[in-house]
C-alpha cells in the first residue's frame, strides 16, 4: 500500500453551477477555433453551468487576446475566462511572435487580475494537426479547456475561503475575487 507523502491534498470539485464564465474566441482561423469554442461550452454545460453565466466575446486574432481576456478579469464580472485561439506555422517568423505574445499575455493577464485564464490556443504547425486537436483523433481541446476552467474556478474560490478561515476572517458576502 502506499503511503501519503503530503498532507490534506486542494482539489477542487468539477460543479459550473453559480459560477460565471467568458471565453474570448479569435476569429484567424475560425474553421478551428468555432469547434474549439463548441467543445468548451459544451463542456461548462454537461458541468452544470447556465447560458446566461456565459458570455462570449470575439477579437479579430489571437495577437488580440490578451487585452480582452485582461478587460474581462478585471471587470470582477466572472470566475474563469477561456482564451480560444489557433496560431498556424507559416512561411515566415510572424508565427513565433503571435504564439509566444499570446501565451505571455495570457499568462499576465490571469496573474495581474486572480482570475483563472485558461490557455486554449493551438500552436500547431500544420491545419491537419490543428484538425486533429480540434474535435477529431486527439479529442477537443476546447472540451478540456472548459473543464480545467470549471476546476480552476472552484480552485480560486476554494483557496480564498481558505485564506479568509486561516486568518480569522469570514470570507467576504457575494465578493468572489
Ligand atoms: N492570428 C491567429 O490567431 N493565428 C494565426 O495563425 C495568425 N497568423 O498566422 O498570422 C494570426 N495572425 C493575426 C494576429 O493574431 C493579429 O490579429 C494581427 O497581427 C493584428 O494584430
Known sequence: ?????????????AN?????????????NSFITDRLLAGALDALKAAGAEAESIEVVSVPGSFEI?????????????????????????????????ASEVARGVQLAQLDTGIPVI?????????????????????NKGYDAGLAAVEMANLSRKLRSNDAS????????GKRR
Not at 459550473?16 to 484567424?28: E, I, P, T
Open 1 to 13: 500500500m502506499s503511503k501519503s507523502l503530503h498532507g490534506k491534498e486542494v482539489r477542487a470539485v
Open 16 to 28: 459550473a453551477a453559480g459560477f460565471r464564465f467568458a471565453l474570448v474566441v479569435s476569429r484567424f
Open 66 to 98: 490578451p487585452l480582452a481576456a485582461k478587460k474581462l478579469a478585471a471587470g470582477g464580472r466572472v470566475d474563469a475566462i477561456i482564451a480560444i485561439g489557433c496560431v498556424l506555422r507559416g512561411e515566415t517568423t510572424h508565427f513565433d511572435y503571435v
Open 119 to 139: 490557455f486554449c490556443v493551438l500552436t500547431c504547425d500544420t491545419l491537419e494537426q490543428a484538425i486533429d486537436r480540434a474535435g477529431l483523433k486527439s479529442g
Open 166 to 173: 486561516r486568518s480569522g476572517k469570514s470570507a467576504p458576502r
